[in-house]
Every structure is written in C-alpha cells, then in structure tokens.
C-alpha cells in the first residue's frame, strides 16, 4: 500500500495541504486557492494510506470537510471548532471510512510532535504568521507552507522511528486475515479486541477481592503476613504501602515495586550472585492459568494460543539467529513476535479501559492483586533462606543470593512455578546501581547495560525528551567506569548532548523567556542550554486563572534558546553541567 505523510493548516480564508512519500523525496502543496484542489485531493486519498500525526483528532476532519465542499471560511470554522472541542456539523468520526489512515499519535507517550523535533535536533521555530490571520500575503503564504513542509519532514522522520510499531498492525493484518485498512486505524488495544472476537458487557460484581484457587490461597496466606493481606479486601486502584523482605513495598495499579533501599548498588563476587528472576510472559500467564482474561473473550482459547504460538516464536527467533544469523527467516519471525506481543500487552490495560470492548475491571484488578501477592509470597520465602531482594518491579524480583543457598533458591522457585504454572527466567547481573525502584544502571555478565528513569536516561530513541544526555552519560560512566563525571562532560563535543526540551503543557497559557528580567513571550515548546552570559535567563509558563509563574524544571537559570538550527555555542556553562551532574551524584551504599 503506497503511503502517504501529510499535514494541513487552516486559516479563516484559506488552506493548505502538504503531503510527501515517507522519504521526503517528492513534496507536494494543494491549496484551496487552486482550481483543481479536489482532483488533487481525490488522486492522494484512493487506494494510498495517509500517515500523518494526531490526524484523527484534526487533519482527517477537515480533510473531510473539504471532501464535502465545505469553503475556506467554513473549514476554518471547523478547525476552530476542533481546538475548542465544540460539536460541529463535520466533527463526528464516522467520516474514517472514507480514509486509508494511520495516526502515528496512537499508543503514542512522548508528547507532541514538537517536542519530537526538538529531540531530534530539528528546528522548533514556529511559524510566524499568526492562527486566525485574513487576507493572507504572498509572503505570509509562502511562511505558512515552508513551516507545513518542515512539520510533514518531522513527520517521516517519527514515521521511521515509528515503523516496527506500523508494521506489527500490518502483519497483524495478515496473520489474523484482518482488514488492512482498519488494522492501520486502529490502535493496538483495539486490535486486542478484534483479534479476541470481544463484544462488551457490563457485570455487576461484589467489591471484595477473592482466590478461588485453593492451593494458591493457602501459599500466600501460609506466607504473606495478614497485615498485608488485609489491604487487599476491596478491588480499588490505590496505592498500598508496607514494609516487608526488608524492602519498602508499594503496591500499585499497574503492579508490585520495592526496593532494599535508594541510592544502593550491589554487585556479583566470589560469595554472592545477583540474579534477576522474571516471570515470562507473567501478566499474559496470570489471566490464562487463573481464568482472568475478560469476560467479553468468547473464547479464552484464543489467547492461550496466542500466548503458546509467542513463546514458540521466541524460541524460533533465538535459534535461527545463532543458527543463521539474521536471514530473512529470522526478520519474518521478528516481526510476527513484535506483533503478537503488542497483542498480549495490550490486552490487561485494555481491560481498564472503559471505551474497549475487553472492558472488565473486576477481572482487571484481580489478576494484578493476585500477581502482586504472588511476588510477595515468593520474594518472602527467599528472603527466610537468606537471599537478599534488592527490589521487585511488576514481574519480577533483583536477588542477591549466596552461592551456597542457590541450589534451595532454584528449588522454591521451581515450587513457585508448579503452582502458578509461570515458568521463572533467570538472568545473572554483573553489577547494579540503584537511586530507587523507577531509576537504576543495570550491566548484566556479558557486559551490555539496562538504563531505567530519569536518573540515567539518555534520550537514545530520540523519543522521550531531552534532557541533557550528556550528564547522565557521565553519570553512567561514573558508575560502570569509574571515569571523573568532569572528564565525560569536557570531552563531549556533540551539541545536542547540552540541550533541554523545555515544554509548557496544557494546562498553562503562555511560556516567558526572560532577558535582562524582562519577560518575552516564547514559543510552547523550547530547546535551551545553559549559557554563561548571565543576561540571559531561565523559562517560566504562566496560568492566566492563578495570575502564577512557574519554572520548567530542571533548566538552567540562565539558558539560551536553540530552536533553530544546532551548533556548538561559545557560551555554554560547561561549569553548570558539572555541577549539575554532581548534584545528580549518590553515594551509593553496597547491599
């Protein structure tokens, strides 16, 4: 299916659409203006999927009024109508059939596509010309569909970093014999719901919390202390805290996370391994073994093959690569594994979900209370043997544990596992630094490294926002090198390494850059560094109902904005990173 990226502004007289392949080799502009923009439009729409970003919400709609020959001034009327989430005559969705679409917004958890840009190092300047401006120039024109071109080049770039997700919908498509094109619209909880055969119903059940597992029941409550039972009576998505294992516990709606201790590291020796024990496919496993998967599910068969054919895939995977290496055979297998797990990942959370048609919250909350106590119980019974449990997270448990008790470690494990019927995968750790459950270094025995929160995160993907990479690159090669924080800093010579991606979100109504203390209206989304020319200051958004100003986080108090195009500042604080990165600094103590 030839693709299509494309984006559209609307402006109260006039409109453009500008559209490309997803290289950015061949660019195209319609606008309204244009005698012939409905054949133009029509040669775009049939038989080519429109990629494009938050679509759903914006672009198709006004696509669809333009279909529907709506003029310039109505269409704006349906833009302005869209921003202000008001009911008009086109904004209703049963327009999509009209469409071969995929909105890379879906399952999307990295911002906006401006923030996007200013991750990727592309320029954020936003187009001068402001929403709502009539009687448009020539030179207003030609601003409006350069900033178009630039967003729609944003776009393909998301599109390829976003590609492995927009093929696992179309391998989705044809394992399942699905309709193409409704695979590309959906979402991938959505998909959940077709590729399971759901069709929603709403239960009435009690609020209490029950096994029904006998042999189950008895092992956590043989182990679990009741203090701890007795907090989960009622089904409800509140925190739960208590102290157990050594570990401060916190039981939450998306699973178990505890730690030994904050600001901790530990590491394998002569007497000790660490050793991480994971549920494989836990969550999956909880709904099949214990009959939690929603009642919507016709069929529950479905999904158990579908959890058998992932685990068989795994394996086949693993084998053709030390086989083969990376044949054809073995990207085919990929992808269809990428895909089928998106589908069992999707399903507990589309169970939350009130919109889905797996909708069943009973079911929901029950499985993650019983995974929980689950982990609890096993963590307990190792901790009595002398094994020291760094932390839990969700589906799993950090193990320090003395060589001479791992044989007795195996076998409660082994125990644990005939009665749930979740097999345990042991990875051993080499070393593991610890600020808290949320931010960890982890180097496993091979010598390869798991970053995990703020604390390290390095904005590889180019994905989640920047935030000085460079400073936890220094933190990690603190830790795993032992190289001075200062030397990883000053050897940097890659620019965006400095940089921040200020956003304001929604919630406020104006960002302020402030120069020599006078405040300047900036743009919502802002990459900045930090500069030594102290006449420059920090970013603050403003909430217009509160008359407050707030500083963005983390930022320098005197940064610099560079939103345009990237390049190594004479002015950059290198100091200020230092410190910066020191504050950052724990001293850790070994567990």
């Known amino acids: 299916m030839k693709e299509i990226v494309f984006d559209i502004e609307v402006y109260p007289d006039w409109w453009c659409i500008v559209y490309s392949d997803p290289d950015y080799t061949d660019v195209g502009v319609i606008q309204s203006t244009d005698k012939d923009y409905m054949t133009k439009i029509q040669d775009i729409r049939i038989a080519i999927c429109l990629i494009g970003f938050n679509i759903k919400r914006y672009d198709l709609r006004i ?11 109505t269409v704006s009327e349906v833009s302005e109508s869209i921003i202000k989430d008001e009911e008009f005559k086109f904004n209703d969705y049963s327009f999509w059939n009209k469409f071969n679409f995929s909105d890379l917004y879906d399952d999307w958890m ?26 448009l120039t020539e030179s207003d024109i030609e601003q409006i569909v350069f900033y178009c071109k630039h967003d729609v080049e944003a776009t393909c770039r998301l599109l390829k970093a976003r590609r492995e997700y927009v093929n696992a919908k179309i391998t989705l498509a044809e394992m399942f014999n699905l309709n193409l094109s409704q695979s590309l619209k959906s979402t991938v909880a959505k998909l959940s719901s077709k590729i399971l055969g759901a069709k929603k119903f709403i239960y009435e059940d009690p609020p209490f919390f029950e096994i029904k597992n006998q042999s189950v029941k008895k092992y956590i409550e043989d182990v679990v202390p009741k203090s701890i039972l007795s907090m989960f009576t009622y089904l409800d998505d509140d925190n739960k805290e208590a102290y157990c294992f050594d570990n401060q516990v916190v039981y939450g709606k998306g699973g178990i996370h505890s730690v030994i201790s904050g600001n901790a590291f530990s590491k394998t020796s002569d007497e000790y391994e660490l050793i991480n024990i994971d549920g494989a496919n836990y969550y999956p496993m909880l709904l099949i073994n214990f009959e939690y998967l929603s009642r919507s599910v016709p069929n529950s068969d ?25 044949t054809l055979l073995y990207y085919n297998l990929f992808k269809k594994r990428n895909a089928i797990k998106l589908i069992l990942n999707a399903t507990y959370g589309a169970m939350k979900n009130q919109y889905n048609e797996l909708f069943d919250p009973y ?40 060589k001479s008790v791992k044989t007795q470690m195996m076998a409660i494990v082994s125990e644990w596992e005939n009665l749930t019927g979740i097999d345990m995968e042991y990875e051993k750790i080499a070393i593991f630094f610890q600020k808290d459950v949320n931010n960890y270094i982890e180097v496993k025995s091979d010598g390869m490294f798991k970053l995990k929160g703020r604390w390290t995160n390095q904005a590889k993907a180019q994905l989640s926002n920047l935030n000085a990479p460079i400073t936890h690159k220094a933190l990690v090669n603190y830790y795993i090198k032992n190289i001075p924080i200062e030397e990883t800093i000053r050897s940097c010579k890659n620019p ?90 724990k001293e850790l103590i070994e567990v």
């Open 63 to 73: 696509l669809n009024a333009i279909i529907n020959g709506a003029d310039p001034k």
């Open 302 to 326: 479905t999904y158990k093959d579908l959890v058998k054919f992932n685990r068989k895939l795994k394996s086949s995977v693993k084998q053709e690569l030390e086989t083969n290496g990376e």
């Open 110 to 135: 990295y911002g906006s596509l401006k923030e996007f840009e200013s991750n990727s190092g592309m320029s954020i300047m936003e187009c001068p010309v402001p929403f709502g401006k009539k009687n």
């Open 496 to 585: 965006i390494e400095f940089c921040f991606t200020a956003k304001t979100g929604y919630t406020y109504d104006k960002t302020y850059y402030y120069i020599n203390d006078q405040a300047v209206s900036a743009n919502k989304v802002n990459r900045v560094y930090a500069t030594t020319n102290t006449m420059y200051g920090t970013l603050k958004k403003y909430k217009r109902d509160e008359d407050r100003y707030d500083k963005i986080s983390e930022i320098p108090a005197h940064c610099m904005l560079m939103n345009d195009d990237i390049y190594f500042p004479e002015d950059l604080d290198i100091d200020w990173y230092i410190e910066f990165t020191n504050r950052k600094l």
């Open 363 to 402: 079911r929901a909350t029950s499985m993650c209370y019983l995974g929980q106590l689950l982990l609890t119980a096993l963590a307990i019974r190792l901790h009595d043997i002398g094994v020291t449990i760094i932390q839990t997270n969700t589906d799993g448990i950090l193990t320090k544990t003395p």
